[in-house]
Structures are given as structure tokens and as C-alpha cells.
């Protein structure tokens, strides 16, 4: 749905390229998270997709399409962003704002409310309350979910998304995290999502770009990530805590056998290992039982053998 070929771009001035022949395939429906330092490309590789930079060398298609071949403004308009640093119109009402690209298309008056409405309910906003605020009359979390709601309004199957939630305090960008992956996935988007925070790349991303110096180093799926980092870079990226990201993605019912739990504490299914070795822990005993039908457990030596696989 998107794939990038050779993409390579050296700004005027600069002694190498700010991105250096990236080839990337995001699969219609799934979400691609690409994660890295400071001033690895990220953004300048994002920003190609959509045409706001042009890339030197290199193809890239969107939707079959080779987009270079595309009047940008059109592009533009089938493709939702919310990009780094560039916010909400300050002047105008959030509802529109939403409008945006609605109003761009000539959507009828009626049409276009009615879809302003919808998506501001989607992204946990109140139309009636919050539609004719100006951005300034909103929390950071807020704003954020403004952003979304705009980048969704035309109902685009493409969404580019640099550090959505850059700007929000930890325990509201946790809560968006939830929220607005699961939006994305109901919708079945093909999203690009640039950010440099870790779990977050992890919690979205069906895959998991890793950039470094304007390539990418390594492209996987997050737990494969986790577990097989390509080389020391990678390793060093992911972390000392590597394994408790790892098993913070498994699901403890997967790790779960039959069994008589007796009277240990109890967890469900869904519940990643990382939370359940907690509990554990915490308990002092060595194995916690796993809600369902039958019931099961789940054994600290069932996690250790999880954690050693790596
Ligand atoms: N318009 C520009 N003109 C010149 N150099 C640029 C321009 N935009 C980006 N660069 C340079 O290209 C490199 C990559 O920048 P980019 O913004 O893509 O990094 P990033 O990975 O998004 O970083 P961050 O995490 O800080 O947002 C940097 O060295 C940056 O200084
Ligand atoms: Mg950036």
C-alpha cells in the first residue's frame, strides 16, 4: 500500500544524505512504525510520502501509484497527516479544523458537519462542547485528538503521522496510544507513524522501522525486534530491558497450561506476561492462575523459558 524504493535525499549544503537509499513495504491495513534518534530522517522520510520534499533518487508508490508522478495537491488530499510541529489552526473553531480537507473537496455543508460530528465522537470529543472552541481553549491531549480527527475527516486509507503524540504528558499519551491504535486498526489504515519513544513504536507497530544515519537498520515486527536484534546498534536501541519489552507484548494466556491454580492470584488471558510477572513477584508464590474456561496457570518457569528464548 505504501513501499518506498532507493529513496535517497541530501539537502543543499550537507555533506551526506539526510536519507540514504531506503527501501520500506507497509502493507495495506497495517501500521509501520519508524523509530530512531534525533536527526536520523525520519521526518524527511515521511515527508517524501507526501510530497512536502522531494526525493533525489528513489520511487515510491502509495496505493499503486507512483507518486511522483502526482500533482502533490491531489496526493495530499488522499493521504491523512499530522505532522511534526505543525498544529491546528489557531483561528479557526476545532470543528474547523476538522473540516479541513472536507471543505477543500467541496463536500455539502450538511455532509461535512455530520462527518465533523462523527469523527470528533470517535476520537473521545464532544461536538456540541468542543466543536466551537478555538485550539487554545483545549489540553495538549486534547488538541492531539483534534489533530486526528483531521487527518481522518476525508476518510483517507493513507495516514502519515509524525510524533502525534509528541506533545502530551506521559499518562495522557498512554491513553492515546490505546485509544488511537485501536481506532487506526477498527479502520484498517495503512499508517506510517514517526516517533522516537520505544513503546510506543512497539504498542502501534505491526512493524517496526529502526533508522540510523538515514538508513534503516532494521525492519521486523516488534517482538522479533526485540528478540533478534540485527547487529549491536539495534540491541543497544532496544534496550537492557529488552525481554521485559518482549514479554510486555505476549499475552499470558499463550504461555498458559492446564492446571490446578489452587488459590493463586488470578489474571485473564489478555494480560501481557510482563504485568503478570509482576503480580507474581508480588505475590511470592510461582505461578498465578489464568481466568477461563478451563482454567489454567501460568508458571514462573513457563515466563523464564519465554525470557531464555531470546
Ligand atoms: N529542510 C532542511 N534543510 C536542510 N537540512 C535538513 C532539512 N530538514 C532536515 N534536515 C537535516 O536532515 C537530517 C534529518 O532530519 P529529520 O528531520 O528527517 O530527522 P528526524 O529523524 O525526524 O529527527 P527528530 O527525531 O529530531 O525529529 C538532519 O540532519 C537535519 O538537520
Ligand atoms: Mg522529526
Known sequence: MIRLEGITKRFPGSPRPAVDGIDLTVPEGTICAVIGPSGCGKSTTLRMVNQLIEPDAGRIWVADRDV??????????????????VGLFPHRTVAQNVATVPGLLGWTRARTAARVDAMLDLVGLDPARDGPRRPDELSGGQRQRVGVARALAADPPVLLMDEPFGAVDPVARDRLQVEIGAILRSLRKTVMIVTHDLDEAMRLGDQVALMRDGRIVQTDAPARLLAHPADAFVAGFVGQDRTLRRLALIPAGTLASAGDAGGAPNVTPETSVRDALALLLASGGDHLAVRGDPPAILTLAAIRAEAARA
Open 68 to 85: 511522483t508522478g502526482i500533482d502533490p495537491v491531489v496526493l495530499r488530499r488522499g493521504i491523512g497527516y499530522v505532522l511534526q510541529g
